[in-house]
């Protein structure tokens, strides 16, 4: 009997009668949570019935519900554990609830430096997050690095008078913004330089009464590049084909034709053989893109051409 005393600990005894008196756990379950052998567990529990009768283990039919009382060895084997170990550690290392581990923890009256070990926060510990809360440290900074809650970091603020809501606290330079803005950016190119939001951006841009639509600038055009575009276009290139060309949207080169003041192209007058023609190549079953390729022109001005002709004939049908 004495060697099954000896080869459990004086913690494993604690878990031990715990389990077993208290909460009725099986003894199998209470070897495999304790790692050691059911036989110590056991010749243990033989032992302590023959020498306390009156503590005799009593299995009933029905799981009795857990009391709230803890003996004052595994009282002390808690708080042991605890400072070196979080509640939730502890709880499940001893089975106990979780509110019965706090209750421990604040009777006891615990100060322990680290997140879920104590009650309290060591004045050097308090010092030193109060000192980054002063050089103006975010919260999820100071919860990284001592380990605490942002309900710690609040209450800490709060202590010193700090109330600011930092959720609205602004993050961006006015100066800076309307910097950009002059320089003619677009909205996204804006918002990623000064790290401004999309609404808040809209509403600075309202109550400066900048609303210039600069939705569809694009890239800007280099100016090696304008210089090309507009040689090609006093040579008589149309918007179309500079546009291909130049990898552009129309209503680019169209805004920089302008801005030039290079008169616009009107649309094509179509001659009378290429007009013959193009009926021939019509009859033939060519599509207008085809004919288009043929004559030099646009797609457009092909089904533009044949529209015209078609209403013309319904007119004089009509007639």
Same mark, same amino acid.
């Given at each position: ?60 039919? @029905? ?9 004052? $060895? ?116 804006? /918002? ?19 609303? $210039? ?12 590049? @304008? /210089? ?15 546009? $291909? ?48 390729? $043929? ?25």
């Amino acid at each position: 009997m004495a060697t099954a005393r000896l080869s459990l600990t004086p913690e494993q005894i604690q878990i031990v009668l715990f389990l077993r008196l208290q909460q009725q756990m099986p003894i199998a379950r209470i070897a495999q949570k304790i790692s050691c052998e059911v036989a110590a567990i056991e010749s243990f529990l033989e032992q302590r019935r023959n020498s306390k009768p009156e503590n005799q283990i009593a299995t009933p039919a @029905k799981r009795v519900r857990a009391r709230r009382t803890v003996t004052p $060895e595994l009282r002390k084997a808690v708080l042991v554990m605890l400072r070196k170990n979080s509640i939730l550690n502890v709880k499940r290392r001893f089975s106990l609830p979780h509110k019965l581990v706090r209750r421990i923890s604040k009777e006891a009256k615990a100060s322990f430096s680290k997140i879920g070990r104590g009650r309290r926060i060591g004045p050097e510990l308090k010092k030193a997050i109060l000192d980054r809360i002063r050089a103006d440290a975010r919260s999820v900074d100071l919860r990284k690095e001592f380990g605490i809650s942002d309900w710690v970091v609040q209450k800490l603020r709060r202590e010193i008078g700090d109330n600011e809501n930092r959720l609205y606290r602004r993050g961006w330079d006015e100066a800076k913004v309307l910097a950009a803005l002059g320089q003619g950016l677009s909205l996204t190119e804006v /918002e990623k330089t000064c790290g401004i939001g999309h609404a808040t951006l809209w509403e600075l841009r309202r109550r400066l009464k900048d609303m $210039e639509d600069r939705r569809r600038r694009g890239r800007p055009i280099p100016e090696a590049e @304008k /210089e090309a575009i507009l040689a090609d276009a006093r040579q008589g290139a149309d918007q179309r084909n500079l546009a $291909e060309k130049y990898h552009r949207h129309t209503d680019r080169i169209r805004a920089l034709l302008i801005e030039a003041k290079i008169p616009l192209r009107t649309p094509r007058l179509f001659t009378m053989p290429e007009v013959i023609r193009m009926q021939k190549m019509f009859a033939e079953g060519k599509s207008d893109t085809e004919i288009a390729r $043929e004559l030099g022109c646009t797609r457009g001005a092909v089904w533009q051409r044949r529209r015209r002709a078609r209403q013309s004939a319904e007119q004089g049908v009509a007639a």
